[in-house]
């Protein structure tokens, strides 16, 4: 058996032995910009060989993120997780970590993804410091919440997935008739003048209103709120001239 393999083994009976990962407490130096961490999923496809990870995180972020419910509840899901350690024959592990996180919006029709987050770590460490090894698992965790902090406040006010809130308006398109359309206006009756085409519409009369309905839309997003104006075209009728 050689040392790689054998010191993968000893790292998984490790983990397996006390049934979790465990991730030391220690306050994670970071304000949440808008947000609080509502939980931690696995979605791994390969969840074996490196313990109960979700039980250590939950815990580390329970106890060490400052959670404010009254901000944007925020689901982190556990892409990839790896751990790869080779035995040296200065007696010291050469070591390289992979996290893939991926980060979404809790709202009430479900999950909307926002960013993902990849990451890698080599380090060296003695053979016998099992410490350290929880040392760079809590390093590269929290490097991957800085990283969507930075994330949140660089896409507030220019986000549409994180805004709080609609707000609709609604204007009246003031434009003069033209051509043969003429838009609604208690001000302006149709009268008889307004068909005057020189061709006979087909079927037995002498006249034709279509009525229609139209809008434009114009969207703004302002800081945690969607605003959209509808320009409305209401009661548009399109005249098809009567036949002199």
Request: charge should be neutral; hydrophobic fraction near 35%.
């Given at each position: 058996m050689n040392r790689q393999l054998f010191i993968s083994i000893l790292l998984f009976i490790s983990f397996e032995s006390s049934g979790q990962i465990v991730l030391t407490d220690q306050p994670i130096p970071l304000k949440p910009e808008g947000f609080y961490i509502s939980g931690v999923t696995d979605v791994r496809s390969d969840k074996n060989g490196i313990g109960q990870i979700l039980v250590a995180i939950n815990h580390y972020i329970r106890h060490n993120l400052h959670k404010d419910q009254s901000l944007s509840p925020v689901l982190i899901s556990i892409k990839e997780l790896n751990i790869l350690e080779t035995g040296k024959t200065d007696q010291t592990i050469d070591g390289r970590l992979k996290l893939g996180l991926s980060f979404s919006l809790q709202k009430d029709y479900g999950a909307e993804h926002l960013v993902d987050y990849q990451a890698g770590l080599h380090y060296t460490r003695a053979d016998h410091l099992q410490a350290a090894l929880d040392e760079y698992l809590r390093t590269i965790f929290n490097n991957g919440l800085v990283y969507f902090n930075n994330w949140m406040k660089d896409n507030a006010g220019t986000n549409r997935k994180l805004a709080k809130g609609v707000d609709i308006s609604f204007t009246d398109y003031t434009e003069k008739t033209e051509g043969d359309t003429i838009y609604y206006s208690a001000k302006r009756?149709?009268?008889?003048?307004?068909?005057?085409?020189?061709?006979?519409?087909?079927?037995?009369?002498?006249?034709?209103?279509i009525p229609g309905i139209g809008y434009t839309q114009q969207v703004i997003l302002k800081p945690g709120m969607v605003s959209i104006n509808l320009h409305r075209q209401n009661g548009t009728t399109i005249l098809t001239k009567s036949w002199k």
């Open positions: 009756p149709l009268t008889w003048a307004d068909f005057q085409s020189t061709s006979q519409p087909p079927g037995r009369f002498g006249a034709q209103v």
